[in-house]
C-alpha cells in the first residue's frame, strides 16, 4: 500500500500520503459493502471461536505488518464475529443504527483529536458543542444560560445530573464532607420502571439503593405521583430527607411518560430537584404525536437524553442538560496549577461542568447529523418508526398465539408467546437469536416474562416485522409443541 518514492511521514507510527488515500479508500469500500450485504447477514454471527481465540491469545506483536492486512482482517473476522445493530431486523434494548455521516465525523473527529475539557484546546469544537447544547436545550424549554454536555451515554447524563442534585442538597459543604457532613440520609424516588443507571448512580454517588423509593404505576406503567407524596410525607416523619425524583420520559421496558406537570408540582413544593431520565423517549419531542407527552419538562431541574438513541448517532453521544450552571460549577468545577485556564466571551471549560477531564468531540456527528439531514428527516424517521412499532402491536394482537404485555405508546413492542411459560418464551427468544433470522431483547411487564422489539433502526420495513413474527410464531409453536 506505500508509494515508493514518497517520503517516509516524520514518525514510523504516521502514515504517509498515499497509505492516507489508501486506507481511506478501502474504508470507503468496506462501507458501501457492508451497508449492500446487511440483510443477508445473520443479525448475530454464528461465533468463530478459532478467530476470536487467535484475537484473544495474540501477544503483543514485535513488529508491525502491512496496513491493508488490517483492513483484510477487519472483513475476514471482526465484521463477520460481529453483532450488526444496523440490521433491519436489529430491534433489541434501546440501540439505534447510526446515521450515516457518523463514520465519516468520527474519523474526522480522531483526526483533530480535540480535547474537550477546556477551549484552548478546542476551540471549534467547543462552540459546536454548545450550539448543539442550545438546540437540545430549546427543545425542552430550557433557559439560554442551562449547561451541560455531551456524555457517553444516558447512564453517565444520570450520574452527573443526580450528583448535581445531590450537591444542591448537601450545600456548600458538598465538595469537602461529601456525605460525612453530619445531613439526615437522602431519599430519591422514582417508579418502579426505572432504568437501572439511576441504580448505579446513585450506588456511585454513595446514596445507597435502599434509599432509591420506587413507586407503583398506574395501569400506563406511569408513576402514581398520588402514592409519591405520601412517601415523601413518610420518609420525612422517619427522619429521611427528600433529595430528589427521577422522572422517565419514556421507561426501558414500555416507553412510559411520567406525568412531569405534576411531579414539577410537587418537587417545587417539596423543594425537591426534578430530573427526567430522557435518555430513550425524551427526543420524541421532535415528533407531534409524542411531545405533548413531554408537557412540563421545562420545569425540570436537568434532563438526560440520548444522541445516540433517537438522533440516530453511533456510539457514543448521551447528553445532560442541568438548569442551574452555578451548581454545576459548584459540583465539578476545579482549577489546577498544571491546566492554563483563559477566559472568554464567548467559549467555555467543559471540564467545570463534567467529571470529565479529557474528553473526545463527541458533539461533531450530532452536529453533522442534524445539519446535514435537517429536523425534518428526524421527525420523519420518528413518525415511521412509531408507524412501525404500532404496525407490529396490532399483529401480534391479531395472531392467535401471541399476546400483548402491554399497550404499543411509543417505540416499544413488549408481547409473549401465549402456548409459553416464562422459562419458554426464554428459550424461545434464544432458539430467535440462534436463528439470526432477528434480534430481539427480553421484556418483563407487571411479572408476565415475554420478548420486547425496540423500533430504533433506520433501515426496519413492514417487511421485516412480517418476517420477525413469521419466526417467531413458528419458532413458539414448535416449542408450545414439545
Ligand atoms: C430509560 C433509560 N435510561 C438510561 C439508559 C442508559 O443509557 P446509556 O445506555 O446510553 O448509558 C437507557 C438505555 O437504554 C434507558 O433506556
Redesign the pocket.
Known sequence: MTGTDEPRPMNELLLTPDQIRDAAARMAEILVGYESSLEERPVLPELDRTALRRILDEPWPEQGRPIATLFDEFEALIVPNSAHIAHPRYLA??LASPHGLSPFAEALSAALNQSASIWTLSPAANAIEQTVLRWLAELFGFPSDAIGHIT?????A?LVALQAARDRKLGADARAKGLQGGHAPFRVYTSTEV?G?VDKAISMLGLGTDHLQRIAVDDAFRIRVDLLAEQIQLDRAAGFEPMCVVA?A???TTGAFDPLPELAALCSREGLWLHV?G??GALGVLCSRISPRLAGVEHADSI?L?P??LLFNSLEA?CVLIRDREQARQSFGQTSSYIARNTDPDLIDFTDYGPQLSRSIKAFKVWWGIRAFGRGAYQRTLDRLLDLAHSMGEAVEAHPSLELLAPVTFTAVCFRHRGLDEAGNAALLRALLDSGIAYLGPARVQGAAGLRACFTNLRTTDADIDTVLAAVTRIGDELASG
Open positions: 434494548y434501546v457517553s451515554g444516558g447512564s453517565m444520570n432504568h443507571s422517565s419514556g421507561t426501558v431520565d435518555a430513550y438526560a440520548d445516540h438513541k448521551g
